[in-house]
């Protein structure tokens, strides 16, 4: 399998080229058989990444500088970045672990996870479905759009934010008394302010479930 490596003038790219099948039936051949390149880049954290696979998956940690990862139905999996990060997939899953910068993902069908995240989060899918265990009492803005895929949002027992999620079809539920719920025909939602409200939480979907979660208190241990 023949992979190109090119750098030039501050820029790296890393390619590999599909193998043919010689012979008249070397296409129908090559259509059964999976070819696999795995390839590893170390680079410094302040280095810009944009990242594009088809249906390979990604995995990505420890970058401070903007990362943009695009696969079509590879896994993007982003583990300690800091800063700001762009995911793009159809069909694969997004996870996301420790991202403490500014996360926007997009997906058609592929799941969204992230994991003690602390910055602005944007998630937007049809029908997959969203999970946010947020751990920044003030987080940034949290905005998530959904047309079928239920969201799941866990915040921190004390947070600051305005809070407007909506289903249009679907359930609404909150673990928070201080948020009220309207009930409409065509719309549910839970509406109210958290703590001083700094941050907003925006969530809406059409058929899909919605379900607000609040972490139990940090206990301290005594000296």
Same mark, same amino acid.
């Given at each position: ?89 159809? !069909? ?8 403490? +910068?500014? /996360?926007? =993902?997009? #997906?058609? %069908? @592929?799941?969204?996870? *992230?994991v003690e995240g602390g910055g ?68 549910? !939602? ?8 700094? +941050?907003? /939480?925006? =969530?809406? #979907?059409? %058929? @899909?479930?919605?379900? *607000? ?9 005594s000296p």
């Amino acid at each position: 399998m023949a992979t190109w490596v090119r750098h030039e003038d501050g820029e790296l790219e890393v390619a590999y080229e599909r193998p043919g099948w010689p012979g008249p039936f070397g296409w129908l051949i090559g259509r059964h058989r999976r070819q696999v390149a795995v390839i590893s880049l170390a680079v410094p954290r302040d280095c810009e990444v944009d990242l594009g696979v088809v249906a390979s998956g990604l995995m990505v940690s420890g970058l401070r500088a903007p990362l943009v990862a695009r696969t079509v139905s590879g896994e993007i999996t982003l583990a300690g970045c800091s800063g700001q990060v762009e995911a793009q997939t159809v !069909s694969g899953a997004v996870q996301a672990h420790g991202v403490a +910068g500014d /996360l926007w =993902a997009h #997906t058609v %069908s @592929g799941d969204l996870t *992230l994991v003690e995240g602390g910055g602005t989060v944007g998630a937007r899918t049809i029908s997959g479905t969203v999970t946010l265990d947020v751990s920044t009492p003030g987080a940034g803005d949290i905005r998530v759009t959904t047309v079928s895929g239920d969201v799941t949002i866990r915040l921190p027992h004390a947070s600051d934010l305005q809070v407007q999620v909506q289903s249009t079809s679907g359930q609404v539920a909150s673990a928070f008394d201080e948020l009220h719920r309207e009930g409409r025909p065509a719309l549910r !939602s839970i509406r109210g302010r958290l703590g001083a409200g700094t +941050g907003r /939480l925006q =969530a809406s #979907t059409t %058929s @899909g479930h919605v379900a *607000l979660l609040r972490r139990e208190p940090e206990v301290r241990e005594s000296p």
